[in-house]
C-alpha cells in the first residue's frame, strides 16, 4: 500500500485511539482499502469501492504524488484509500499501467501500452497518443489480464509494474520490456523476482523504458498490509490451499481460523475474485476473512500453469558460482519470492526430498513458488504436462500415463523406488 496513505492512516489511528483513559467515547478507527470503484455519483462527491459507499468530498486525492480533482476518478479505476466513518480522508489512484497508446489493430481488438499488447473488448474507441492508465495484472504466463481501461489527461509519465527479470547493474525485464533503471531513484532492495513499480519514459520505438523511479513491492512490512481490506483475483494458489496469491503479486496465507463469506475454503480456486481483510503477522500476511465476490460457475480466466512434483533436490553450481535446484534433471527458477518451509534453504536443501509447487513462466521456466520438506512414502502427487507416458522425469510402469499423453493434468499415482504406476487423475 502506499506509503503515503500509511502516514496518513497512522495519523488518524492515533488520533481515534487516544490515549486517555476517562475517555469512554465509542470511536471509528480508520480503514484502508484498495480496490476498483464500481460507481462514482453524478456529482462525483461519492464512490463505490469493495462494495462500500464512501464519500470523497475534501478528501486529498493524489495520482504520483501530485493532487488530481475529485471529476477525474471513473468507473474501474483502482484506488488506494484511507476512509473514517464512510468519508474518504486520502485517496490514491493505482494503476497497474499508465501510458500513451503506441499501435491499435481494431481487428483484433488490441492496443499497445509501454510496449505491452493488451486485448480489449473494443478497439474502436481508442486513438494512437491517447494517455490510458490500465487496472489489471500481468500474469505469469506472460499476458496481462486487463480488468479495466480508463483515458486519462493528468498523467505526464509512463508507468508499469511486474516482476523482475534478467537483472544486471544497468538494467532489467518485465516481462518483454526491457527497463533501463542506471540513473532511477531505488526505494527498496531491487533483486531478481521482487515486485517493482516503474515510473519513466518509453522510447519512441518502444523497446526501452527509461526508468526515474524504481519501487520493490513492501510486503515485508507489516505497516503497509496491516487492517487493509483489499480486492482482486486469484492467480497462485497452492495444492494444500493454505497459500495463494492476488493480482500476481500479494502472497497471503489461510489457516483455520479465516472466515469465509458467500463461500467456504474448497471455493478459494484460481480465477476467482475476492475481497480480503488482512491482518500481518509474523508469519506473513494473514488472510482473516475471505469474501467471494463472483459466483463459482462464473467464467474464470486462464492465468496460467501450475505445476507440483516431489523427489530428491539436487543443487547443481556451475563456474561463475550460481547455484540452480534440479529435480529429475529438471531445473527450477529461485527467486525473491519463492517460500522455504520447515526451515529450508538453498544451503540445507541438496539431498533432500522435497516438494516443490510454482508456474511455468512465458520463456517455458519453471517458477517454484513454494518448496517444503515432503515425507517419501508409496504415493505421489504430481502435476504438470504428460509427455510419451512420462510426467517429471517418472515413467509409469503400467503405461497408465498414456492416456493423458499432452495434457496438463494433476494425478495421484503409486511410487516405488524410482517407479510410478496406478495413475489416476486428481480431482
Known amino acids: 500500500m502506499n506509503k503515503y496513505l500509511v502516514a496518513i492512516g ?34 462525483h462527491q461519492q464512490i463505490t469501492i469493495n462494495g462500500q459507499r464512501i464519500n470523497i468530498a475534501n478528501a486529498d486525492i493524489r495520482y504520483q504524488q501530485q493532487p488530481i480533482r475529485s471529476e477525474a476518478i471513473q468507473v474501474g479505476m483502482r484506488l488506494e484509500l484511507i476512509s473514517k466513518d464512510q468519508q474518504a480522508q486520502a485517496i490514491t489512484f493505482d494503476p497497474a499501467l499508465v501510458g500513451a497508446i503506441s499501435a491499435i489493430d481494431r481487428v483484433k481488438n488490441n492496443i499497445t501500452v509501454n510496449g505491452i499488447l493488451l486485448n480489449v473488448k473494443s478497439a474502436s474507441q481508442y486513438q494512437i497518443g491517447q494517455w490510458v492508465a490500465v487496472n489489471g495484472y500481468p500474469t505469469d504466463s506472460g499476458t496481462w489480464q486487463v480488468e479495466s481501461i480508463n483515458m486519462i489527461d493528468f498523467a505526464d509519465q509512463a508507468e508499469i509494474e511486474g ?23 531505488l526505494e527498496g532492495n531491487l533483486i531478481e523476482g521482487a515486485w517493482v513499480e ?37 492467480t497462485w494458489i497452492n495444492d494444500e490451499k493454505t497459500r495463494f496469491e492476488l493480482n500476481s503479486h500479494t502472497r497471503l496465507y489461510v489457516n483455520a481460523r479465516t472466515e469465509f463469506d458467500d463461500g467456504q475454503a474448497s471455493d478459494l480456486q484460481l480465477g476467482r475474485s475476492v475481497e480480503v481483510e488482512v491482518k500481518a503477522q509474523s508469519d506473513g500476511l494473514w488472510a482473516k476473512e475471505i469474501e467471494f465476490e ?3 460457475n462464473s467464467n474464470i480466466p486462464n492465468l496460467t500453469q501450475s505445476f507440483e ?36 534453504s538453498l544451503a540445507t536443501i541438496n539431498q533432500r526430498w522435497i516438494k516443490i509447487e510454482g508456474i511455468q513462466l512465458a520463456d517455458g521456466q519453471w517458477l517454484a513458488k513454494e518448496v517444503d520438506v515432503e515425507q517419501q512414502d508409496h504415493d505421489v502427487e504430481l502435476a504438470g504436462q504428460v509427455t510419451n507416458n512420462q510426467l ?27 517407479d510410478i504406476f496406478n495413475c489416476r487423475k486428481d480431482d
Open 163 to 185: 516482476r523482475v527479470s534478467a537483472l544486471d547493474n544497468n538494467q532489467f525485464q518485465i516481462d518483454t520490456l526491457t527497463i533501463n533503471y542506471q540513473n532511477a531513484q
Open 198 to 234: 516503474v515510473e519513466g519514459q518509453l522510447s519512441q520505438d518502444g523497446r526501452l523504458f527509461t526508468a526515474y523511479q524504481v519501487e520493490v513491492d513492501g510486503t515485508n512490512d507489516s505497516s503497509l498490509f496491516d487492517d487493509l481490506e483489499i480486492a482482486g483475483t486469484v
Open 392 to 418: 517429471w522425469g517418472y515413467t509409469a510402469s503400467d503405461e497408465s500415463l498414456t492416456a493423458f499423453n499432452g495434457q496438463w493434468i494433476s494425478v495421484e499415482c503409486g511410487f516405488i523406488g524410482n
Open 294 to 296: 463472483d459466483s463459482s
Open 309 to 344: 512434483l516431489e523427489g530428491m533436490a539436487e543443487l547443481i553450481t556451475d563456474n561463475t558460482g550460481s547455484s540452480q535446484l534440479q529435480i529429475n534433471g529438471f531445473s527450477f527458477v529461485i527467486d525473491a519470492r519463492t517460500e522455504f518451509e520447515a526451515g529450508l
Open 10 to 43: 497512522t495519523l488518524l489511528l492515533t488520533a481515534c485511539g487516544g490515549s486517555d483513559s476517562s475517555n469512554h467515547h465509542p470511536t471509528t478507527l480508520a480503514t484502508k482499502i484498495i480496490g476498483t470503484v464500481s460507481n462514482v455519483s453524478a456529482n
